[in-house]
């Protein structure tokens, strides 16, 4: 199902780890799919974050790029959290989740969960970022 948008284009990193934030905030960059990088540290951060723009839909994240492990909140508590706001906070929104982790376990949850379009794996691949955007977002401006 594409998802109609229009520019700008926002996407959030939610990272414990900085190196990672900006590594992928680089490549993000560069990739020029994305017109703004929403980076939070937590998961909480970035529930925070939409609970401060609530009233400004076009502020919030058109994708989540979302690490799995992550202290006090990791990705599938972030994602249990997620689905309960308002569906129209998540209407243009779409979650994948990145990982490092080899764990079995975390790969099948992580593909199970019906909020997650995609498991990456770490570091972000420009090509992977740009097959997720093409399929799934329509630009109409």
Excluded at 34 to 58: P, R, W
Aim: hydrophobic share 45%; net charge negative.
């Amino acid at each position: 199902m594409l998802i109609n948008v229009e520019r700008p284009l926002r996407v959030m990193l939610i990272d414990d780890n900085i190196i990672d934030l900006k590594i992928n905030s680089k490549i993000i960059l560069i990739s020029k799919l994305f017109d703004e990088i929403i980076q939070c540290q937590s998961g909480e951060e970035a529930l925070s974050y939409f609970t401060m723009h609530s009233g400004k839909l076009n502020k919030l994240p058109n994708l989540i790029l979302l690490d799995i492990q992550m202290p006090e909140m990791d990705g599938f508590e972030f994602l249990d959290n997620y689905k309960l706001l308002p569906e129209e906070w998540k209407a243009n929104c779409l979650v994948a989740m990145l990982s490092s982790t080899l764990d079995f376990g975390d790969i099948r949850k992580a593909e199970a969960n019906p909020y997650v379009l995609k498991l990456l794996k770490k570091p972000l691949i420009p090509a992977e970022l740009a097959t997720i955007f093409n399929a799934n977002f329509n630009l109409t401006d």
